[in-house]
């Protein structure tokens, strides 16, 4: 990778990302329009079952989202990130002491150590992926990240995921690996390489640490608490 490609994706992607979020006007208008047509607003929220950073933002969006004419469209992924980082090990570790602070917020304590191996948890995308969005969706995403990262340092088995399903869905969980590689794609041609990554009315948010922001956005938008 060459020192500017590495530079842009480190540094300026993620200026630009803020740097676009300025234009509020067409974002109010289009949210409008949506209302008008009896239409709800949608947030997108890229993340991965193997990150705490995640867990925190599914599990925090699922809440204030709570009252609001807003789909949660969300979309796990297992491939992300810079190729090849040679900051990826410290990355790991910082995550882990990041969901540590993250979990405070909402008065949950993390209960592992050491990050997961994204191959383990890759299952719970292909099912999520392959879903519709909706209640039982949301809550079945938030369970089994409570259930990950805050409740337990069991190994992920994939029986007790599937028992968590059916008590969500009444029914067995499909999986859908290009499902995944399409949320993947889209996120990257979207911009943010990284995750968790929520994107509503034309902004990015990095959405570990800007859940307010976003509830803030959604109450500008006219997405406000029913």
Known sequence: MSKFRDRAEREIGPRLIVAASTVTAPARA?????????????LELYFG???????????????RLQGRKVIFDLLPVVERGIKDDPALERKLVY??????????RIGMTLC???????????????????????????RFCAAACRRIW????EPIEQARYVELWRECFGSAPVADVEAVRANE???????????PAAFIGGRWFFAQDRSAQIADWLDELGWTVQ
Request: charged residues 30%; proline residues 6%; aromatic residues 8%.
């Open 150 to 153: 805050f409740e337990s340092d």
């Open 185 to 195: 794609k889209k996120m990257a041609s979207r911009g943010p390489y990284e995750t």
């Open 30 to 42: 289009a949210a409008a329009a949506r209302r008008a047509t009896g239409r709800s607003g949608r």
């Open 49 to 63: 079952f193997d990150e705490p950073t995640s867990a925190f933002a599914v599990i925090d969006l699922a809440q």
């Open 112 to 138: 592992r150590s050491e990050p997961i191996d994204p191959q383990q948890t890759a299952f719970l995308a292909s099912w999520v992926a392959a879903a519709p969005r909706g209640t039982a969706l949301t």
């Open 95 to 104: 995550r882990i002491a990041d969901g540590r602070r993250l979990g405070r």
